[in-house]
């Protein structure tokens, strides 16, 4: 069965400083897509970046870039000056290509921005 | 129209009463999802809908009926629930063969009392 570990439960960062949030998956398949998603209070889950895991190349949207390491099973998500609107909850998520295919999720880690 | 929409934001039900939730999409997606989610956890998968026809059900009570009537619409009809079935509701919909991640909807905060 696939698993997404998310271990560090909480952080901080200061506004306009870098911050990486970690997240590892177990699986034995070798066609995926891995997902960061943002849950602001406002609850709507927001997809920030996706990256499938074919492309050695790691996924970048603005201010927010991934560190794809395939054999390590390891998908951390950089997010560059921080803004006070990044404050939330972000999960990682995975999910192998087909009509039934799950989104399996991490426990989640909450982003606190300091001003 | 890049949007799923969810009526409504808010509910309050007793234990005994009938409520339906809405979601509706214009993407031209053919999965439609249903998730229940607890504070400070991630979503729970409930129900799956792939071209209108149920395709997973994980398990959830019967007191939880989910109904397709076109692709663009889901409803989650709610009958009979407990205090414990409070939670986010949340909808979401996807291309079924594509890469792309989930399309969510803000979701209902449903309080049963």
């Known amino acids: 069965a696939q698993t997404v570990t998310q271990s560090q439960p909480e952080m901080s960062v200061q506004e306009a400083e870098t911050v990486t949030l970690s997240c590892t998956y177990d699986t034995s398949e070798s066609d995926y897509y891995l997902f960061w998603y943002k849950q602001p209070p406002s609850r709507q889950m927001i997809l920030v970046i996706r990256q499938e895991a074919y492309k050695q190349q790691n996924a970048t949207e603005n201010r927010f870039s991934v560190n794809f390491q395939k054999a390590a099973k390891s998908f951390s998500l950089k997010i560059s000056d921080s803004q006070l609107g990044d404050a939330a909850m972000y999960f990682c998520a995975y999910r192998v290509p087909g009509a039934n295919s799950k989104l399996t999720f991490g426990k989640g880690i909450t982003l606190s921005v300091r001003p | 129209d890049t949007e799923v929409t969810q009526t409504p934001k808010h509910l309050v039900m007793g234990m005994t009463n009938k409520k339906s939730l809405k979601c509706e999409q214009h993407?031209?997606?053919?999965?439609m999802y249903w998730y229940k989610q607890k504070a400070k956890k991630p979503p729970e998968l409930m129900f799956v809908y792939s071209y209108e026809k149920l395709s997973i059900n994980e398990s959830v009570p019967s007191r939880f009926s989910p109904e397709c009537p076109n692709s663009s619409l889901l409803n989650l009809h709610l009958h009979a629930l407990q205090p414990e079935d409070s939670a986010l509701y949340l909808c979401?919909?996807?291309?079924?063969?594509?890469?792309?991640?989930?399309?969510f909807g803000s979701g209902t905060r449903l309080t049963v009392v």
């Open positions: 979401a919909s996807s291309q079924l063969v594509t890469s792309g991640g989930y399309t």
């Open positions: 993407m031209g997606h053919r999965a």
